[in-house]
């Protein structure tokens, strides 16, 4: 088959709606619906787009009652993934608040990964949830989290059988992967359901990857296409299997945290991705590791900074410390997630971030303390891996001597704060502004998370140490975007004194959970 000749079969195949719109864009058919442009946007930048811009109407399906075309990209998606799969258009955010409120019940008990995304933390307000929380590991080596394991999921579900349905993070924003199968395993010898946050990991049904959460056995799995497959922003997955989840109800709810109106443009954005997954998913596979292998020969000899995953293993006492800050058996990660550690070397993670950008022309996708992480897909160029990899060469070869790396404190730093109140209460109870330096001892009345990667670092109800203010005025002082807190991150909402002092009932520890 010739290159003009694929080219075709694939608009002809797999470019359904998309040509659809097309051709109504080209068509005499004058719209007397929504939207409110008209299509008539000839005069105005962006034209193009508002040309293929629809609300549903005859012959283009209906994202909450699909029966035709949208229905179609569904099952096609499905097959791909191995399950009943949902088309989202609110992102992953949606499909969280959907799949947990599917597979609890109001009042029921989560338990849940301390590092999971904000919207898991809303999905437990807006079920009234109770929860239960696991810490990932913590890796010292890199400042990053770690896996959560079966042991600690088996433990937290024997120590607390009134769970109703486990949520992970997996991979994590940093690319780590648990062990899913083990845990779904887990939690399904005791007819719980498993909730994964796969929202980074979309890519992993592509060879070479790690195991898909979905052929791991996961019960919910919700995937963000757009961040590591060629989709764009905004467009999600949801897919459902077993028989632990209601799927009348998981329909409804995906109703009710979807808008009524979706952007055809975003669904035929989603098949499109779907397409080229069908198509073209195993060639864009080995270009990537190909990619890869070269990015990695290339960044083999960093004396300063390193790359989580590949030259933290260069020697025999390498892999030892690294073995001892996992303190176990190394486990999965996806190797697109390029975390740059410059701990110990004098940098840090802000001043790579912005040397790389403002030097090299390379825009990071976030900074910590003292690491940036790059997301790199099966869509990034030769060049692009290339471009980073030297880039990372030459700053290296401009650092001085490096100190031995510090293991500080920020791993006990994660400790389950004190609970005063469940979230649901906290947020729903009279608060007062405080600065944040006199906030120890106070309960949170709001969410306080860096962003990205939107991980909150105390939620409501929760009591303020010195611990987690040190953390977040080194964060402030060193420029970290801090949401949740007041003019400029200096003061902070807190429950009023007086409503819980004068109850000692709404005080339990968790401590040791």
């Given at each position: 088959?010739?290159?003009?000749?694929?080219?075709?079969?694939?608009?002809?195949?797999s470019?359904?709606?998309?040509?659809?719109?097309?051709?109504?864009?080209?068509?005499?058919?004058?719209?007397?619906?929504?939207?409110?442009?008209?299509?008539n946007m000839?005069?105005?930048?962006?034209?193009?787009?508002?040309?293929?811009?629809?609300?549903?109407?005859?012959?283009?399906?209906?994202?909450?009652?699909?029966?035709?075309?949208?229905?179609?990209?569904?099952?096609?998606?499905?097959?791909?993934?191995?399950?009943e799969?949902?088309?989202?258009?609110?992102?992953?955010?949606?499909?969280?608040l959907?799949?947990?409120?599917?597979?609890?019940?109001?009042?029921?008990?989560?338990?849940m990964a301390?590092?999971?995304?904000?919207?898991?933390?809303?999905?437990?307000?807006?079920?009234?949830?109770?929860?239960?929380?696991?810490?990932?590991?913590?890796?010292?080596?890199?400042?990053?989290?770690?896996?959560?394991?079966?042991?600690?999921?088996?433990?937290?579900?024997?120590e607390?059988?009134?769970?109703?349905?486990?949520?992970?993070?997996?991979?994590?924003?940093?690319?780590?992967?648990?062990?899913?199968?083990?845990?779904a395993?887990?939690a399904?010898?005791?007819?719980?359901?498993?909730?994964?946050?796969?929202?980074?990991?979309?890519?992993?049904?592509?060879?070479?990857?790690?195991?898909?959460?979905?052929?791991?056995?996961?019960?919910?799995?919700?995937?963000?296409?757009h961040?590591?497959?060629p989709a764009?922003t905004?467009?999600?997955?949801?897919?459902?299997?077993?028989?632990?989840?209601?799927?009348?109800?998981?329909?409804?709810?995906?109703?009710?945290?979807?808008?009524?109106?979706?952007?055809?443009?975003?669904?035929?954005?989603?098949?499109?991705?779907?397409?080229?997954l069908?198509?073209?998913?195993?060639?864009?596979?080995?270009?990537?590791?190909?990619?890869?292998?070269?990015?990695?020969?290339?960044?083999?000899?960093?004396?300063?900074?390193?790359?989580?995953?590949?030259?933290?293993?260069?020697?025999?006492?390498?892999?030892?410390?690294?073995?001892?800050?996992?303190?176990?058996?190394?486990?999965?990660?996806?190797?697109?997630?390029?975390?740059?550690?410059?701990?110990?070397?004098?940098?840090s993670?802000?001043?790579?971030?912005?040397?790389?950008?403002?030097?090299?022309?390379?825009?990071?996708?976030?900074?910590?303390?003292?690491?940036?992480?790059?997301?790199?897909?099966?869509?990034?160029?030769?060049?692009?891996?290339?471009?980073?990899a030297?880039?990372?060469?030459?700053?290296?070869?401009?650092?001085?001597?490096?100190?031995?790396?510090?293991?500080?404190?920020?791993?006990?730093?994660?400790?389950?704060?004190?609970?005063?109140?469940?979230?649901?209460?906290?947020?729903?109870?009279?608060?007062?502004?405080?600065?944040?330096e006199?906030?120890?001892?106070?309960?949170?009345?709001?969410?306080?998370?860096?962003?990205?990667?939107?991980?909150?670092?105390?939620?409501?109800?929760?009591?303020?140490?010195?611990?987690?203010?040190?953390?977040?005025?080194?964060?402030?002082?060193?420029?970290?975007?801090?949401?949740?807190?007041?003019?400029q991150?200096?003061?902070?909402?807190v429950?009023?004194?007086?409503?819980?002092?004068?109850d000692?009932?709404?005080?339990?520890?968790?401590?040791?959970?």
């Open positions: 088959m010739t290159e003009k000749t694929a080219e075709n079969t694939r608009q002809d195949k470019r359904h709606l998309y040509e659809k719109l097309r051709q109504l864009k080209n068509s005499s058919v004058y719209p007397c619906h929504m939207p409110g442009h008209k299509r000839t005069n105005y930048p962006m034209r193009e787009y508002y040309g293929l811009d629809i609300t549903e109407i005859d012959g283009f399906d209906n994202l909450h009652n699909p029966q035709g075309i949208l229905k179609e990209t569904m099952t096609r998606a499905g097959s791909l993934y191995g399950a799969t949902y088309l989202l258009v609110n992102g992953s955010t949606g499909g969280i959907s799949a947990v409120s599917a597979a609890v019940r109001r009042g029921d008990m989560l338990l301390r590092n999971s995304h904000r919207a898991a933390y809303h999905a437990i307000y807006l079920n009234d949830c109770k929860v239960k929380y696991i810490f990932p590991s913590f890796l010292e080596a890199y400042g990053i989290c770690g896996d959560v394991s079966a042991q600690q999921v088996d433990k937290m579900l024997t607390n059988p009134q769970v109703r349905a486990v949520l992970l993070t997996s991979p994590t924003y940093d690319g780590v992967v648990s062990d899913v199968k083990a845990i395993a887990c399904h010898r005791r007819g719980i359901p498993v909730i994964v946050d796969a929202a980074h990991g979309a890519h992993f049904l592509l060879d070479g990857f790690p195991a898909s959460a979905v052929d791991c056995g996961a019960d919910l799995v919700i995937h963000s296409i961040k590591t497959l764009l905004q467009t999600a997955l949801v897919h459902v299997q077993g028989n632990l989840i209601d799927r009348e109800r998981l329909r409804w709810l995906l109703t009710v945290y979807q808008t009524s109106s979706p952007s055809y443009l975003l669904l035929a954005g989603i098949e499109q991705c779907i397409s080229i069908e198509e073209e998913g195993s060639a864009l596979s080995r270009q990537f590791f190909e990619n890869n292998k070269l990015f990695e020969q290339n960044i083999q000899n960093l004396k300063y900074l390193r790359v989580f995953g590949v030259n933290m293993r260069n020697t025999p006492a390498a892999e030892r410390a690294w073995n001892m800050s996992c303190n176990r058996e190394l486990f999965d990660f996806d190797v697109g997630k390029k975390v740059i550690s410059a701990r110990g070397s004098g940098m993670g802000q001043a790579l971030y912005h040397k790389l950008l403002e030097k090299y022309g390379i825009q990071m996708e976030m900074a910590g303390q003292d690491y940036v992480t790059a997301i790199m897909t099966v869509m990034d160029r030769r060049e692009g891996f290339l471009r980073l030297d880039a990372l060469a030459d700053i290296d070869s401009r650092m001085g001597a490096v100190s031995p790396v510090s293991c500080t404190d920020r791993a006990k730093r994660m400790n389950v704060p004190q609970t005063v109140f469940e979230i649901g209460a906290a947020l729903e109870m009279e608060r007062e502004t405080k600065r944040l006199d906030c120890e001892g106070e309960v949170a009345a709001q969410f306080i998370q860096i962003y990205p990667p939107g991980i909150p670092l105390i939620v409501p109800g929760e009591r303020f140490t010195g611990e987690i203010i040190d953390l977040l005025l080194e964060y402030r002082q060193q420029g970290f975007q801090i949401e949740g807190m007041r003019e991150a200096k003061k902070a909402d429950v009023r004194k007086e409503i819980y002092a004068q000692e009932n709404y005080l339990y520890d968790r401590a040791g959970m």
